[in-house]
């Protein structure tokens, strides 16, 4: 941990030079990994549906260049163990971006939180208590979190995560 | 990969507290210029005990959407007379940033019986949904309104002078249309680098534009008296002689649309003649000869009067009063 680099001057960034955070600019850079071995990278890109010339409709990923309520994002997170050592127990927190829900299409048994990771479970094992006492269960857009766990990454391996959401 | 990198490494922690954006409205889509940042944390076991690392973060800025809508807040057509006629909107910013908008009032719509002269276009300073002359806020050209958040709606008037020349029972549409000031198109038309905080601006599902149409129709009223005599004399025949009873009905007619107000139908009693007491009636129905106390009243000095007070037409009214030929 004595090698953790820590930029907290970032947060400046938005605040003084908010022309750098720019909606066309998807932030590929990765993070040193702090340790060596482990490196983790981000990316967003935007689902778009493409009319060809024949009026058929596919989806492409896009840049998200544009965006607007309703659209369809998805978040990536790249992983790559670059260590000589296999890593185990490797969980990876994702709290969802509050201006997103999460799409309703997700992965059924993707592990969710819906209040701020404080309980984990598949979404439909999962209830929310309103503020007048009662019970209901709990939907996509009540996703706080979103979780994955890797028992074991070999020395070398490398995977990608990914979850769906659509900007309220 | 085009990057402009923003790398926000903090300490680990935080993370969850940093990536928390400001609340924006999520009435109607999130607000123009929103931030959308997403970071992942990893905790693992590399052998050496967990370790906590954390993503890059990314970034995307939500862009401004252009949608309006106007409707129109009469009930059906407004009544009305030559003149001034006003007529009510609202307009509504459904689009998710701050946006001025345009205002274009159309009176020559296909179909109308006649057309309208449009005076101004006033917004509803007072926020009391009626015109209020020299409360009101009136636009000047171009009619543009003030930037309305998102979400926002405001209520407009449109003031327009009938022409003399209408006649009862005609119609007319004024459209009032309303345009984001940034530009319209085809949803999906885009406008670089005007939307919110320098991000585009997209048009919407309305194209920007809306446009909700106002009726008015003519309603002219006009009242007819119409004065009828008849004699009884004394000897059971119709001649008019001293002793003679005539009866005198005035039938007042309200034709038309519209209505009156303040109706009052008088009369005087012809010389050699004397009013009869207590010999008012309104449809049949005696009146007194007494001021105030209903709607009638009659001397011999002033006549009779009686007050129908407001009268919607169609509507048919019949007055009667005795004299005696002196």
Not at chain 1, 7 to 16: E, G, Q, W
Not at chain 1, 53 to 66: C, F, H, I, N, S
Not at chain 1, 97 to 119: E, F, I, K, N, Q
């Amino acid at each position: 941990m004595n090698t953790l680099i820590k930029m907290v001057a970032s947060v400046s960034i938005l605040a003084f030079a908010p022309t750098q955070v720019l909606a066309q600019e998807d932030t590929l850079t990765e993070a040193p990994s702090p340790n060596g071995s482990v490196k983790l990278s981000g990316d967003v890109m935007a689902v778009k549906v493409i009319a060809d010339d024949t009026g058929a409709e596919r989806t492409e990923l896009v840049k998200p260049d544009l965006i607007v309520p309703g659209d369809r994002l998805v978040f990536g997170t790249d992983y790559a163990n670059e260590g000589a050592e296999a890593v185990t127990d490797f969980v990876v927190t994702n709290p969802l971006p509050s201006a997103v829900r999460l799409a309703s299409d997700a992965d059924a048994g993707l592990t969710v939180s819906v209040d701020d990771g404080a309980s984990w479970g598949m979404l439909s094992s999962l209830s929310i208590t309103e503020d007048d006492g009662s019970v209901r269960s709990a939907t996509h857009a009540d996703v706080t979190h979103v979780r994955w766990t890797i028992a074991s990454i070999a020395p070398g391996a490398s995977g990608r995560l990914e979850y769906p959401a659509i900007i309220r | 990969m085009n990057t402009h990198t923003i790398i926000r490494h903090l300490a680990i922690g935080s993370a969850v507290a940093l990536c928390a954006i400001a609340s924006p409205a999520f009435a109607d889509g999130v607000d123009a210029g929103t931030l959308i940042e997403n970071t992942a944390t990893a905790t693992f076991d590399a052998g050496d005990g967990p370790q906590t690392i954390e993503s890059n973060t990314v970034v995307v800025r939500v862009d401004e959407l252009l949608d309006v809508t106007v409707t129109s807040l009469d009930a059906g057509a407004i009544g009305a007379t030559p003149g001034e006629a006003v007529l009510t909107f609202e307009v509504t910013n459904t689009g998710n940033g701050p946006e001025a908008f345009t205002l274009t009032p159309n009176t020559a719509v296909a179909g109308n019986d006649f057309e309208v002269l449009v005076e101004s276009i006033a917004v509803d300073t007072n926020g009391n949904g009626v015109y209020d002359p020299g409360v009101d806020e009136i636009l000047t050209a171009p009619q543009a309104l003030e930037p309305l958040a998102a979400d926002e709606a405001v209520t407009v008037f449109v003031i327009v002078t009938v022409p003399d020349s209408v006649t009862d029972g005609q119609q007319t549409n004024v459209e009032l249309i309303a345009e984001a000031a940034t530009g319209t198109g085809a949803p999906g038309d885009t406008f670089a680098g005007q939307g919110v905080d320098g991000g585009d601006a997209i048009v919407g599902t309305t194209g920007a534009s809306a446009t909700a149409t106002g009726a008015i129709q003519v309603g002219l009223t006009s009242v007819d008296l119409t004065k009828s005599a008849s004699i009884v004399d004394p000897f059971g025949g119709e001649s008019a002689v001293p002793g003679s009873i005539v009866t005198f009905t005035i039938v007042a007619e309200v034709s038309g649309s519209g209505s009156v107000s303040d109706l009052v139908v008088a009369d005087i009693i012809p010389d050699g003649t004397t009013y009869v007491t207590g010999s008012l009636a309104l449809d049949g129905n005696p009146l007194t000869d007494a001021a105030g106390d209903d709607a009638g009243e009659a001397s011999d000095a002033d006549g009779i009067a009686v007050d129908l007070g407001s009268v919607s037409a169609p509507a048919t009214q019949s007055i009667s009063f005795n004299v005696t030929i002196d």
